[in-house]
T-cell receptor, first 114, second 113 residues
Framework: DAGVTQSPTHLIKTRGQQVTLRCSPKSGHDTVSWYQQALGQGPQFIFQYYEEEERQRGNFPDRFSGHQFPNYSSELNVNALLLGDSALYLC?????????????FGAGTRLSVL | AQSVTQPDIHITVSEGASLELRCNYSYGATPYLFWYVQSPGQGLQLLLKYFSGDTLVQGIKGFEAEFKRSQSSFNLRKPSVHWSDAAEYFCAVGADNTDKLIFGTGTRLQVFP
């Protein structure tokens, strides 16, 4: 049983560019959450998707957007990249019918903005 | 405002010694509490969780945590640390009325042989 998988593992972009990160949830899970983890910090909640809609959003600008597909996989898009967007981006999945807060994390995508 | 505080940035223990990592939370609703561990270059692995009931919860890898409502604390303990426990540990809080987890800044555990 595969856990949460994220791609790519690492990514290097330059300021102003756009990036798309991908996440496949754990088998049986229907909810995907995205977090940003800056170096030396705890993860910060970006948003959560359920039934292909954004259910809740953290304190992140509109440059951060997402999508959930019918197979429950998800994408995180960041436009107009800033140096401060450099971080580890973590995807977490959960099963809403059990408890949406019991979230299982992938290994993350390391984004470097130059 | 909701918050989680992990007062210890870095802890060093000897292998075989006992361990306690501190976590304090501030949350108006009934909290759900979690401990996660992150090894270098890895994602977060769930160690244990508390939703309700018995305030002492058991987790994986021999870890346990105790919820103390009066102290707004959820400290993580292990009676005998192994070298493989060296990692970053994060405490997090959630609730029934929110979808997000709020994390502390983490405690880095170093284990000496």
């Amino acid at each position: 049983d595969a856990g949460v998988t994220q791609s790519p593992t690492h990514l290097i972009k330059t300021r102003g560019q756009q990036v798309t990160l991908r996440c496949s949830p754990k088998s049986g899970h229907d909810t995907v959450s995205w977090y940003q983890q800056a170096l030396g910090q705890g993860p910060q909640f970006i948003f959560q998707y359920y039934e292909e809609e954004e259910r809740q959003r953290g304190n992140f600008p509109d440059r951060f957007s997402g999508h959930q597909f019918p197979n429950y996989s998800s994408e995180l898009n960041v436009n107009a990249l800033l140096l401060g967007d450099s971080a580890l981006y973590l995807c977490a999945s959960s099963f809403t019918q059990v408890a949406k807060n019991i979230q299982y994390f992938g290994a993350g995508t390391r984004l470097s903005v130059l | 405002a909701q918050s989680v505080t992990q007062p210890d940035i870095h802890i060093t223990v000897s292998e075989g010694a006992s361990l306690e990592l501190r976590c304090n939370y501030s949350y108006g609703a009934t909290p759900y509490l979690f401990w996660y561990v992150q090894s270098p270059g890895q994602g977060l692995q769930l160690l244990l969780k508390y939703f309700s009931g018995d305030t002492l919860v058991q987790g994986i890898k021999g870890f346990e945590a105790e919820f103390k409502r009066s102290q707004s604390s959820f400290n993580l303990r292990k009676p005998s640390v192994h070298w493989s426990d060296a990692a970053e540990y994060f405490c997090a809080v959630g609730a029934d009325n929110t979808d997000k987890l709020i994390f502390g800044t983490g405690t880095r555990l170093q284990v000496f042989p």
